[in-house]
């Protein structure tokens, strides 16, 4: 579905999570991209949208006034030593992939991501998810370990490729 739109990225606001739940439950039920197996209902989503602050935001891709994509950074861990280190993820839309909106959603969390001074991203990618792990390099990740079969998802026990982004 080309497009000749230009796509807007900006912070995610609480009537964006129906979107990005639906991005995410597409994600759950049809890719690798994510763990989780069961799809997640708007409430929930609109908890994980509150545990988000500034030094750890969602931002939404814009596509004709549909959100299509989105991205996030996340507490790596609640314990204070980690507070430099943040995950990155980012998801868009089966209809809106291979558009070029997934790298802009990452180059933008990685500029958030700068913005707020964290010292490393880190990001989980399972094995198969190529896309995500080209975008990753080009953006600069770099490979520092995988988890062997850690995972089990369609039936497969699948590995976790830990990639990190050192930022200053």
Do not use: C
Not at 25 to 30: D, F, G, P, S, V
Request: no cysteine; aromatic share 8%; charged share 25%.
């Amino acid at each position: 579905m080309a497009t000749s739109s230009i796509v807007k990225i900006r912070r995610a606001e609480l009537g964006d999570v129906p979107a990005i739940a639906e991005i995410y439950n597409e994600a759950i039920l049809t890719t690798v991209a994510t763990f989780d197996t069961e799809p997640k209902t708007v409430a929930d989503r609109e908890q994980w949208f509150r545990a988000h602050d500034e030094r750890h935001p969602i931002l939404v891709a814009v596509l004709d006034g549909k959100v299509v994509g989105w991205a996030s950074l996340t507490e790596w861990s609640d314990r204070r030593a980690y507070d430099g280190t943040a995950e990155a993820s980012f998801y868009v839309h089966s209809a809106f992939r291979h558009q070029g909106i997934g790298r802009k959603l990452l180059e933008e969390i990685i500029a958030e991501a700068r913005r707020v001074k964290l010292h490393t991203l880190l990001g989980r990618i399972a094995e198969g998810s190529d896309e995500s792990m080209h975008l990753s390099y080009a953006a600069g990740f770099v490979l520092i370990g995988t988890l062997k079969e850690v995972g089990l998802k369609f039936g497969r026990l699948l590995d976790v490729h830990l990639l990190q982004l050192m930022l200053d």
